[in-house]
């Protein structure tokens, strides 16, 4: 009988707190924690990101990365905004469900490819009919951002790198540009992966 109800309140413990399973399934590193939003279309996984994950991992031992969990859809009905939207959320929970686990220790860098440098500059500063930034509290927690060929690119801005002289396809707000910029410290957007995957790695372990 004693064994019947100690099951059942470790079932009940669980069930009171959700997030227990998903946090003690974070190992917490000592290197730095990736969090890698691929390209519209791309394979599940870090598509083409994982060229500057692989270079980061060899320059900053004990880091590792993951991939965000969204469609990285591109169609015309609407489809993009969802999924856009789909990916600050993953992100955003990847962000809180590591520092909840790994807490003061941690040290996150955020890597996004076309549709995911829009997640990632999203998740930093919000974006119109988006899911709402990560909070200041976890602004000291995240040690990079790299972005690449983001359609929401605008240049002149303290962040951007490499060699892009166009805007991009959508405009990005004042306001979110504005705060956008007061990420310049830890955040470098450039056109493209295959140039800057070196010097996006570079800037990431500098920052680590």
């Known amino acids: 009988m004693r064994s019947i109800l100690f099951v059942s309140a470790l079932a009940a413990t669980a069930a009171a ?116 930034p990560i909070g200041e509290d976890y602004r000291r927690y995240i040690r990079s951002v790299v972005s690449l060929g983001d359609p929401t690119f605008t240049t002149g801005q303290s962040f951007d790198v490499g060699n892009a002289t166009r805007n991009g396809i959508f405009s990005r707000g004042g306001d979110s540009l504005a705060k956008l910029n007061t990420y310049a410290g830890v955040l470098q957007s450039y056109s493209e992966v295959p140039t800057f995957a070196s010097a996006a790695a570079q800037f990431i372990a500098s920052k680590a």
């Not at 489809?79 to 789909?86: A, F, L, N, R």
Request: glycine share 12%.
């Open 17 to 132: 707190h959700p997030l227990a399973k998903a946090q003690s399934a974070i190992t917490c590193v000592s290197g730095l924690y990736m969090i890698a939003a691929r390209g519209s279309e791309e394979a599940p996984g870090e598509g083409h990101l994982s060229q500057i994950t692989i270079l980061v991992k060899a320059l900053v031992p004990g880091s590792t990365s993951v991939a965000v969990d969204y469609p990285a859809a591109i169609y015309d009905d609407g489809t993009y905004p969802v999924s856009v939207s789909k990916g600050i959320t993953d992100t955003i929970k990847k962000i809180k469900d590591y520092v909840a686990a790994c807490g003061s220790s941690s040290r996150i860098a955020l890597l996004g490819f076309s549709q995911g440098g829009n997640v990632m500059t999203d998740v930093l500063a919000g974006g119109v009919l988006k899911p709402a």
